[in-house]
C-alpha cells in the first residue's frame, strides 16, 4: 500500500484519534443537544398534517428480526470500568467525526491495483480480503506486523484503511458486517476482526437501519459468548471484545448490552 495510507485503526486496543484538535465539523452536529436542536429544525418545516396513500397489498413483511437477548454477564474482573468505558466512546465519536470530515478525500484517493474490492455479497471473497488469505484457509497463528512496508496484503488481509472504508456505502457496511460476524461466530476471534469491526461501525450511520441494529446486537452478544470462555484476564482478546461491547452498548445506545461495573 502506499505509504501515506491512513490506517482508520490501529493495531492496539482502545485506540485514540489521532487529528481530534483540528476537527472541524461544519454542519455535523457536535453533541446530542446538537442533533436534537437539528432534528427540531427540519422538523418545522414539514408541514403539520401528512395523509400517506398505500395499497396494503404492496407491503413487504418484515425481514429483519431484531433479538432483544441480553448479553452474557462477564466473569468477575474481566468487564471494564464505567470510566473506561466513557473514555472509549469518546474517542469513538472522535474518529467517527474525523472519518466524516476525511471521507470525501480519502474516497478520492487511487488504490494500488492489488487492491481488487469484493461485490457487496461475495461473502467468502470478504473474509478473504479482510483477514487474508492465510487465516481463512486455516491459519489464524500470528500473522506478523501488519504494518510493516512490503507485506503481501493479500495473504495476511487488507486493513481498513480510509481508502478503503470510504468506498463503502451503508448497505455494503452492513453485508461486510454480517459476513465477518459470521466468520466470527463459526471460528475465532483474530486481531483483523476487531479492526475491521471497529472501522465498520465508526462509518454506520445513524439513526440505523433495522439490519445494521440487528448486526451490531449480534456482534455484542457475541463478543460476550467469547469472553466468558476467557481464562485469564491477560489474554489478549480481552480488551478487543471489551471495547466492542462497549461501543454497541454505551454509543449506539443498546443499553441492556452494557457492562454495568
Known amino acids: 500500500m502506499n505509504s501515506d495510507v491512513e490506517e482508520l485503526m490501529p493495531r492496539l ?21 446538537e442533533y436534537l436542536r437539528q432534528v427540531q429544525r427540519e422538523a418545522s418545516l414539514c408541514p ?48 467517527r467525526q474525523s472519518v466524516q470530515k476525511h471521507r470525501q478525500q480519502w474516497r478520492g484517493k487511487t488504490l494500488d491495483d492489488n ?45 481498513p484503511f480510509l ?18 460476524i459470521n466468520w466470527f461466530e463459526e471460528r475465532s476471534f483474530v486481531p483483523q476482526l476487531g479492526r475491521w469491526f471497529y472501522a465498520l461501525l465508526a462509518c454506520l450511520e445513524k439513526p440505523l437501519l433495522p439490519e445494521a441494529h440487528s448486526l451490531i446486537r449480534q456482534l455484542a452478544r457475541q463478543c460476550a459468548s467469547v469472553r466468558v470462555t476467557l481464562e485469564t484476564k491477560d489474554d489478549d482478546r480481552l480488551s478487543a471484545l471489551n471495547l466492542l461491547i462497549c461501543l454497541v452498548a454505551r454509543y449506539f445506545e443498546q443499553n441492556d448490552l452494557a457492562d454495568n461495573d
Request: glycine residues 6%; aromatic residues 6%.
Open 13 to 33: 486496543l482502545p485506540v485514540e484519534a489521532s487529528d481530534s484538535d483540528e476537527l472541524d465539523l461544519g454542519e455535523t452536529p457536535r453533541n446530542p443537544q
Open 48 to 95: 403539520d398534517v401528512v395523509v400517506a396513500k398505500i395499497d396494503p397489498k404492496k407491503l413487504k413483511k418484515p425481514t429483519v428480526n431484531v433479538s432483544f437477548t441480553a448479553c452474557q454477564a462477564a466473569p468477575d474482573g474481566f468487564s471494564p470500568s464505567l470510566k473506561w468505558q466513557q473514555k472509549q466512546v469518546s474517542n469513538f465519536s472522535e474518529i
Open 115 to 159: 487492491v481488487v474490492m469484493p461485490k457487496m455479497d461475495d461473502e467468502e471473497g470478504w473474509k478473504k480480503f479482510c483477514l487474508g488469505e492465510s487465516v481463512f484457509l486455516g491459519s489464524d497463528s500470528d500473522q506478523g506486523d501488519v504494518d510493516a512496508p512490503g507485506l503481501n496484503y493479500v495473504k495476511i488481509g487488507f486493513p
Open 163 to 180: 481508502s478503503i472504508v470510504s468506498r463503502l456505502n451503508q448497505a455494503t457496511i452492513s453485508a461486510v458486517l454480517e459476513h465477518l
